[in-house]
């Protein structure tokens, strides 16, 4: 039972005697601003319906957040040479910091307002789109600054 105890206690002696250099270093980077980047392939043929919807119902609403606050910006990317199964566009958006639910369910509403626009109407309006422009996927990035 003696020589348990001591191989504990040296055990756990040598556990905090040892260097520690991951615990004892800090990160160079502190979290900035997120960047959600989606993806969007467009049919052949259907590019003006698309840059036509950009250019005013989207457009109008992400001024419409940038207006309130939530958004530091927005922009949109042309994928000029794009490689095969690679969307066409980015559509760029930044903000700060990312809403709670409660906040979430205050900004829907807002937009629903805004647009006049029921979330049933909304997303008919999505599905008509789809025919003809596919979401490839959204990532959400985070700036990274140095220290």
């Known amino acids: 039972m003696k020589s348990v105890r001591l191989a ?60 309130q606050g939530w958004q530091t910006g927005w922009e949109i990317l042309s994928n000029v040479n794009p490689r095969k199964g690679e969307p066409d566009l980015y559509l760029i958006r930044r903000f700060k ?23 049933a109407q909304m997303e008919a309006a999505s599905g008509n789109r789809a025919k003809f422009r596919h979401v490839d996927g959204t990532m959400l990035l985070q700036v990274m600054k140095m220290k």
């Open 97 to 119: 910091s990312i809403p709670d639910g409660a906040e979430g369910e205050r900004r829907a509403q807002m937009i629903r307002d805004n647009v006049k626009q029921s979330d």
């Open 8 to 67: 504990v206690l040296a055990a756990f002696t040598l556990a905090f005697a040892a260097p520690l250099p991951a615990l004892a270093q800090n990160d160079p980077f502190t979290g900035g601003d997120y960047m959600s980047v989606t993806g969007v392939s467009i049919d052949d043929g259907h590019y003006l319906d698309y840059a036509t919807f950009l250019a005013g119902y989207y457009k109008a609403q992400e001024d419409f957040a940038v207006k």
